[in-house]
C-alpha cells in the first residue's frame, strides 16, 4: 500500500493560537470537495453540540456556504462561519472566516489549498488562526488531526 504523509504543527503567540499543516494523499477531487460541503468533516465536531449548513450555493466549480455552530466553551457558544470553495481541474482552494456571534471567540481563519499531483495523488496544506478568550490549542489541533486522518483512510 502507498504510504500516506502528514504533518501538523502548532503554537500560541500574543495574537492566539496558529495551526499549519501538510500532507501527501491518496483521493479524488470529487472526494474533497464533497467532504468540504460536509459541516460534520469540516466543522468543529470534536467539540460542537450543532452545525447547520445555511445559505449554501453549490455550482460546479464554487461552492459557498453559512455554517452556524453551537459549542461547549466554558459555556454554550453560537457563531457562523462563512466558508468559500473555489474548484479547479488543478485542486482546490478552501477559505472559512468567522463571521458573526459570541465575542468570546474572536477570531476563526482557516485556508486550505489541495492540489493535484497525479490523478490519485494531492498535496494538501492548511493554515489557521484562532484568537478566543481562552485558546483551546489541543481541540482543534484534534480536529485537524482528526481530518487529516479522514484523509489518509478508507474514507475517501
Not at 453540540?49 to 455552530?69: C, F, G, P, T
Request: no cysteine.
Amino acid at each position: 500500500a502507498d504510504k500516506v504523509v502528514y504533518a501538523i504543527e502548532s503554537g500560541s503567540n500574543s495574537e492566539g493560537a496558529w495551526f499549519e499543516g501538510k500532507g501527501y494523499f491518496h483521493g479524488s477531487l470529487e472526494a474533497f470537495v464533497r467532504d468540504m460541503n460536509d459541516p460534520m468533516i469540516m466543522g468543529p465536531s470534536n467539540v460542537t453540540k450543532m452545525l447547520s449548513r445555511q445559505n449554501a450555493i453549490d455550482q460546479e466549480d464554487k461552492h459557498h456556504y453559512d455554517l452556524h455552530v453551537e459549542m461547549d466553551y466554558i459555556f454554550t457558544v453560537e457563531f457562523d462561519i462563512t466558508v468559500d470553495i473555489d474548484v479547479s481541474a488543478e485542486g482546490i482552494h478552501y477559505e472559512s472566516h468567522k463571521t458573526r456571534g459570541t465575542s468570546v471567540i474572536k477570531r476563526l481563519d482557516e485556508v486550505i489549498e489541495i492540489k493535484k499531483l497525479s490523478d490519485e495523488w494531492y498535496s494538501v496544506s492548511f493554515q489557521s488562526k484562532y484568537d478566543a478568550l481562552v485558546v483551546k490549542e489541543k481541540e482543534t489541533r484534534e480536529h485537524f488531526e482528526l481530518l487529516f486522518a479522514r484523509w489518509s483512510g478508507d474514507a475517501m
